[in-house]
């Protein structure tokens, strides 16, 4: 094993690792949110196989390798699906224990041709329902206090000619959005969380969400999910108002991008949706095939996915967000409403994506919003406790358990807070269609503005502001304390120390008591790795030791008492994999100030 002596000036302090829940104190005013428990029953899994193992193309290995691996556990499993990143869909045959479920996890691991194996989780939406149904204004675009300065966009863009995907619950017909939507998809496949019949097809109608109480199962406490009988939240047809809804119709509220496309696609229904349809629902979307599914005629240039879970991002929906970005689609996510660090969150821990926290209307985080150095940015979230008015308006229906009418509700919500940064990448885009998606986020980030209030726990670079972004005389920007790199590092087996550079810039002093490291290693057995952060003098500390881990990937972050280290420099994490039989790679790292 590797031995490096930590120095007296970096002081690591204890880190939380990915596997942990965080256990947050909900806001009592804050409505409750369905999450994925650790005592869950599993029913299927996600194993992506090494593109030169039989399985990764065969459906009949695939189905063949499940059953011994099954066998080996004492499980009867079955090859399900192929999904659009190329993993297989393994059926355990019914509902195992989170405890069963390990150990068939294990066997997979254990398969030199296995890349990774996750469970099958399931998603929710990411609002948080108002109170009261008054109407509000659109304070969010304009207001000078918290507003996303977007009128000084609109001289620049429209969002004409840009495709935008909202992956969530589907659409339901508003006159107010009708003119900007074009046929999407249903890729829910369990007909139960469907609610419309069957499973999937080519109807991405949202014909409700409604729930009864206890009918989703129960929580970790055992208490019944969802505690109450809820209505439907038409939570998909919200957030594409908020990109595209129309503008200078007379009527209803305007999108932020009111003259792009909005292509629906639908994931979430009753109790959520699963990590499976997701990552096809993203394959997909991104112009990328997915079996059985007719190719998408309108590629999506903008992906908003307003939907979360717990247990930080997994391989297979990092699988599907990296082949989206490849294909050049940028992909905005929902920090969550948990109030926790959104590392611990699939996607929104997930690298390559958008992550926004929500404000609220006087410009600090929002008392619901996820946080952290996974962030990227900040925009309106609203808060409905107090009043609807300042919560966000948007396009809804006025059926509580079926299809009624149109209406306009406001909602508070990271799920709010998304949309307005996908209608701004679509804004963008209209205006330089040439723009990357790393590009597009760059910019967001280096022309926000410092927020108005207060934000504990990390906001990203700020709040987003749209003149500016689109060069239209918005806010100077006021700089981030936030320094990452996302460029991969590749760890050899039983290797010599690699390591990843953060160049500080702007900043005054020594660095603070509570610096904060932030650490995405993909690696099948995380126990393997010793993890050194080296201030720009050379001294070091020691981060992580090695340990008898066994669990895939490492998404954390660690507090450090850097007081002794001038800020300005060149930081380096430092990374060895001691152990033989595997190799990894440093997917992504950064600190915040």
Known sequence: MLAVTATALLAAGAATSAAATPSPTPAASAAATPSSAAGTPVERLIVGYKSPAAEAASDS?????????????????????????????????????????????????????????????????TAVSPNDAEYGRQWDLFESTAGMNVPAAWDKA???????????????????????????????SDPFISQDGGGRDGNAADPGDWMDRGECGVDEDGLPVPEENTD???????????????ANNGKGVAGIAYDATIQPVRVLGKCGGMTSDI???????????????????????????????????????????????????????????DNANAAYFNPAGCSNV?????????????????????????????????????GILSTLNGGARSVGGE?????????????HIAGLAAL??????????????????????????????????????????????????????????????????????VTSSVTVTGRSGNAPSTLKVDVDIKHPYRGDLVIEILAPDGSSARLKDASDDGTANLLTTYTVDASDAAANGTWKLRVADVYSGDTGYIDSWGLTF
Not at 70 to 87: I, P, Q, V
Not at 282 to 305: E, K, L, R
């Open 61 to 125: 290995a695939a189905d063949k390798d499940a059953r011994a691996k099954g066998e080996k556990a004492g499980e009867s499993l079955g090859f399900d699906r192929r999904l659009g990143t190329g993993a297989a869909l393994v059926d355990l045959g019914g509902e195992l224990d989170r405890d069963d479920a390990a150990d068939v996890m294990e066997a997979f691991r254990a398969d030199p041709d296995v890349a990774y194996v996750v469970p099958d989780a399931r998603m929710y939406a």
């Open 158 to 188: 429209t969002g004409q000619g840009v495709k935008v995907a909202v992956i969530d619950t589907g659409y339901v017909a508003h006159s107010d959005l009708a003119a900007n939507v074009v046929s999407g998809y249903d890729f829910i």
């Open 232 to 246: 439907n939240s038409w939570h998909g047809t919200h957030v594409a108002g908020t990109i595209a809804a129309a």
């Open 279 to 337: 990552i096809d629902a993203i394959t997909w979307a991104s112009g990328g095939s997915v079996q059985g599914v007719p190719s998408n005629p309108y590629p999506a240039d903008v992906i908003n996915m307003s939907l979360g879970g717990e247990g930080g991002c997994d391989a297979g929906t990092q699988s599907a967000i990296n082949s989206a970005v490849g294909r050049g689609t940028t992909i905005v996510v929902a920090a969550g409403n």
């Open 354 to 390: 958008i992550t926004v926290a929500a404000s609220d209307r006087q410009g600090n985080r929002a008392y619901y919003s996820n946080y952290g150095s996974v962030v990227d940015i900040t925009a309106p979230g609203g808060e409905t406790p107090s009043s609807s008015s300042d």
């Open 407 to 419: 209406s306009y509700a406001a909602y508070q919500g990271t799920s709010m807070a998304a949309p």
């Open 428 to 497: 963008m885009v209209d205006a330089n269609p040439s723009l990357t998606p790393a590009q597009i986020e760059s910019t967001i980030k280096s022309k926000a503005r410092s927020l108005p209030g207060s934000c504990s726990g990390g906001c990203g670079a700020g709040l987003a502001d749209a003149g500016a972004a689109l060069g239209s005389g918005g806010t100077t920007p006021t700089g981030s304390n936030v320094f990452r790199n996302t460029t991969d590092v590749g760890i050899p087996d039983t290797g010599s120390w």
